[in-house]
């Protein structure tokens, strides 16, 4: 099993660009999530999902946008990217949301706006 | 509202100490998760323990142990005579309500030197 997969690892966009990054699991999970981790702020969630068709926002989801057509694949699209999405991005997934399962994370995507 | 708090930023330890990480959380749920995850300077995440709110028995791995306390809304991991491979950051992290939403408190870095 390869766990969570990320691409890219690094990423650098100018403000306004649009961009995608992806995230792929193979562990059948139904739920998928995106983080980002800023220094001093911990891992803050920006969209989740609960199964293929079915996604909700986290605590800050403004400027990004999330599909899930699949169980395996949960991408999130940053419209027009900002110097304030600067940040790491983590993708994680977990068997379901029922119960308190932990999550399993992505090695992360390393995000730079100028 | 700051939901999980993890008051130490930034702790430094001699190898062979012992050392413990606070994490102070706020819910008025009676059913929650905590988690313990370890993010080495390479940059994944480890998930590490998980306990629910039913709960408070004290774990021990090897030498990690962890303290539930429901009373002081605490949940503390200590590392007995540390070593230069727990240098990392470790994020404390509840999951609350329905379990869809995952709050992590913004990490302690622990530093252990030769």
């Known amino acids: 099993n390869a766990g969570v997969t990320q691409t890219p690892k690094f990423q650098v966009l100018k403000t306004g660009q649009s961009m995608t990054l992806q995230c792929a699991q193979d562990?059948?999970?139904?739920?998928m999530s995106w983080y980002r981790q800023d220094p001093g702020m911990g891992l803050r969630l920006i969209h989740y999902s609960v199964g293929a068709g079915i996604t909700d926002q986290g605590e800050v989801p403004n400027g990004y946008n999330v599909s899930r057509s699949t169980t395996e694949d949960f991408p999130l699209r940053l419209l027009s990217a900002a110097p304030s999405q600067t940040s790491v991005y983590f993708c994680?997934?977990?068997?379901?949301?029922?119960?308190?399962?932990?999550?399993?994370f992505g090695p992360g995507t390393r995000l730079t706006v100028t | 509202a700051q939901k999980v708090t993890q008051a130490q930023t930034e702790i430094s330890v001699v190898e062979k100490e012992d050392v413990t990480l606070d994490c102070v959380y706020e819910?008025?749920?009676?059913?929650?998760?905590l988690f313990w995850y370890k993010q080495p300077p390479s940059g994944e995440l480890v998930f590490l323990i998980r306990?629910?709110?039913?709960?408070?028995q004290n774990e021990i791995s090897g030498r990690y142990s962890w303290n539930f306390q429901k009373s002081t809304s605490s949940f503390n991991f200590t590392i007995t005579a540390s070593q230069v491979v727990d240098s990392a950051v470790y994020f404390c992290?509840?999951?609350?309500?329905?379990?869809?939403?995952?709050?992590f408190g913004s990490g302690t870095k622990l530093n252990v030197k030769p």
């Open positions: 562990m059948n999970h139904e739920y």
């Open positions: 992290a509840l999951a609350r309500g329905g379990f869809n939403k995952f709050y």
């Open positions: 819910t008025r749920d009676t059913t929650y998760y």
């Open positions: 306990r629910n709110s039913f709960d408070e």
């Open positions: 994680a997934s977990r068997r379901d949301s029922r119960r308190g399962n932990e999550q399993y």
